[in-house]
């Protein structure tokens, strides 16, 4: 199955090194991919699936106190397990809750507390092997997780249908 992209609008584009994926950070190596857009933008599922988790992803009460705090929602599919970060998860959606292609899931929050001449607000999208409950750290020196997959080229296609849909 194809994905969607999974802005419900733009901006539609793909990240520069600091956003990609496997990018050196100052805390850590990049886990995701960070689809910059705007407050409150809406999220939808990439694919049909299932809730198997729901996190404090960042911010103080999640162990990062140099961000804002947001949430993430783990969705298994056919793909494996998409985590959709850095936004607020819709209310009602708990552990077990089937979700339907392009299903609202949240609306995006901003990160970053402060300016630092990138945008402050993006979904930080990741993809990892079936079967994984919980997103992970890929800290500096670390090999990669065996379980963090790189969501990039399936991310391509859909922005390219997205961008062919959208003219």
């Keep these: ?44 599922a990439v694919e049909p699936g299932v809730v198997v988790g729901i996190e404090k992803f960042t911010g103080p009460k999640a162990g990062s106190p140099w961000w804002n ?13 998409v985590c959709y970060g850095e936004l607020t998860v819709e209310k009602g959606l708990k552990i077990g809750s089937p979700i339907e292609f392009e299903q609202y899931l949240g609306g995006v929050k901003a990160v970053l507390r402060q300016d630092k001449g990138r945008p402050r607000t993006m979904l930080h999208f990741e993809l990892y092997t079936h079967g994984t409950r919980e997103s992970v750290w890929w800290r500096l020196g670390e090999p990669k997780p065996e379980n963090l997959l790189d969501p990039t080229a399936r991310l391509e ?9 959208s003219c």
Excluded at 25 to 37: I, N, Q
Excluded at 69 to 79: K, M, P, W
């Design 69 to 81: 705090d947001t949430q993430a929602i783990l969705v298994e599919g056919e793909s494996g397990v």
């Design 157 to 165: 296609k859909a922005l390219a249908a997205f961008k062919g849909a």
């Design 1 to 44: 199955m194809s994905w969607r992209w999974p802005l419900w609008a733009g901006p539609a584009e793909l990240p520069d090194e600091p956003g990609r994926f496997g990018a050196i950070r100052k805390h850590d190596v990049h886990t995701g991919v960070d689809l910059y857009t705007y407050p409150g933008m809406s999220v939808l």
